[in-house]
């Protein structure tokens, strides 16, 4: 069995775009449409972990100050400003 396939690998039927599939394979370097979906599940795990974790150490605040009390003295208007 490969590293691709193994026992936490499914067949699924997808209906896709070929033009953005075709881009997307271009932009990851997938050497096929199966690679670049892989690549693209990876990628938005990842992301999505960095995101997870980024919001976490968000809620620390700036130098142990948190982001109520930097609103209430009108230093920023939303967490999203950074």
Same mark, same amino acid.
């Given at each position: 069995?490969?590293? &691709?396939?193994?026992?936490?690998? &499914?067949?699924?039927?997808?209906?896709?775009?070929?033009?953005?599939?075709?881009?997307?394979? *271009? *932009?990851?370097?997938?050497?096929?449409?199966?690679?670049?979906?892989?690549?693209? *599940? =990876?990628?938005?795990?990842?992301?999505?972990?960095?995101?997870?974790?980024?919001?976490?150490?968000?809620?620390?605040?700036?130098?142990?100050?948190?982001?109520?009390?930097?609103?209430?003295?009108?230093? *920023? =208007?939303?967490?999203?400003?950074?």
């Amino acid at each position: 069995m490969s590293k &691709v396939v193994n026992e936490n690998t &499914v067949r699924k039927t997808l209906l896709l775009n070929t033009e953005k599939l075709r881009k997307v394979r *271009i *932009i990851l370097g997938a050497s096929s449409d199966s690679e670049a979906i892989r690549m693209l *599940i =990876e990628q938005a795990l990842a992301y999505e972990e960095a995101l997870q974790a980024a919001r976490r150490i968000q809620q620390h605040g700036t130098f142990g100050r948190d982001w109520d009390e930097l609103k209430k003295e009108g230093l *920023i =208007e939303d967490a999203s400003d950074f």
